[in-house]
């Protein structure tokens, strides 16, 4: 990725608003933007969590990937956008039992999201690419942009046009485009 600047966090921020469209954490930025009707702290929580979250798991990710030899690491990425390509089919939906934090908006959000995002396909997805792409700080730039390109729209809009969104057309393209990741990685491999 090297021939074109920026390349990795383009890939990156596509990657993830992609798989991001419908994900719980977009539902969770609507409640939240329904609850406190205050964009910018929940923008600004958006922010922080998805920064520390994506930095950890792209330091995860580089991690993985020297651990491993570049051969199983390229079977491994393969096969993980695939299968993450097939969940993004899948649609979320929040807990009936989720109850937010009765904090202020921003930390509310900051600890929502941060939690939230443990063990979602946004974050899979940027361990995998922080093990497939360099340098780091392009993942994580690339990821964060990506979720908040995503979910900044739906908190500025709230739930006046939220059920307008083609979210299913949105799925399909999420997962087309992981599977489509996983079949270039199978065949160029890591690194």
């Known amino acids: 990725m090297d021939t074109f600047p920026f390349a990795t966090a383009l890939l990156s921020t596509g990657t993830v608003a992609l798989a991001e469209i419908g ?22 929580g958006i922010l922080v969590a998805t920064v520390l979250n994506h930095a950890l798991a792209g330091w995860l990710g580089a991690l993985v990937a020297q651990w491993l030899r570049p051969e199983l ?9 695939f299968a993450v390509g ?9 807990d009936d ?6 904090r202020g908006a921003f930390v509310a959000t900051t600890i929502a999201f941060f939690f939230a995002e443990i063990g979602d396909k946004t974050q899979i997805a940027t ?17 964060t942009a990506g979720m908040l390109l995503a979910n900044v729209p739906v908190v500025a809009l709230g739930s006046r046009f939220a ?22 990685v199978a065949v160029r491999g890591v690194g």
């Open 23 to 44: 994900d719980k954490t977009q539902l969770l930025a609507l409640l939240l933007a329904a609850r406190f009707r205050r964009p910018w702290p929940i923008i600004g």
């Open 97 to 102: 039992g989720a109850s937010l934090p009765p």
């Open 86 to 94: 097939l969940w993004a089919l899948k649609p979320d939906t929040l």
């Open 163 to 184: 059920g307008r969104l083609p979210l299913k057309a949105a799925r399909y393209a999420a997962a087309a485009l992981f599977i489509a990741l996983a079949a270039w």
């Open 127 to 143: 361990v995998l690419i922080a093990a497939r792409y360099h340098p780091l700080w392009e993942v994580v730039v690339g990821t």
């Open 73 to 81: 690491l390229r079977w491994i990425v393969a096969a993980s956008f």
